[in-house]
């Protein structure tokens, strides 16, 4: 089991860079496939991105795809956001989550199915 706590959220104005961790429990983190979902007021929880647990394979959303990356630490036991560009329509509430193992078949990255465990979500906030 791995419990997630997401960090780094606030608010910034339209063309400005915000950076998310998500900082995990247990000594079991480098094992885990993990992924960045987000969800505005009045909208379904959408795919952002997702990490194998390598890090050698990245996937993300053509929403944020040049704009963000998403990058881990195991030693730390961090998976986190950069978020650059940042533009209105990304406000939301940004929560990371840790798949839940096994294989990784075609598409796991954008279904929420695909995932165990998840954080509470930081806010981002992004202003004109």
């Known amino acids: 089991q791995v419990q997630l706590v997401e960090s780094g959220g606030g608010s910034v104005q339209a063309g400005g860079s915000l950076r998310l961790s998500c900082a995990a429990s247990g000594r079991t983190f480098s094992r885990y496939a993990m992924g960045w979902f987000r969800q505005a007021p009045g909208k379904e929880r959408e795919f952002v991105a997702a990490m194998t647990s390598s890090g050698s394979i990245t996937y993300y959303a053509d929403s944020v795809k040049g704009r963000f990356t998403i990058s881990r630490d195991n030693a730390k036991n961090t998976l986190y956001l950069q978020m650059n560009s940042l533009k209105p329509e990304d406000t939301a509430v940004y929560c990371c989550?840790?798949?839940?193992?096994?294989?990784?078949?075609?598409?796991?990255?954008?279904?929420?199915?695909?995932?165990?465990?998840w954080g509470q979500g930081t806010q981002v906030t992004v202003s004109t």
């Open positions: 989550a840790a798949h839940k193992g096994g294989i990784l078949g075609s598409g796991w990255y954008s279904s929420t199915l695909e995932y165990d465990y």
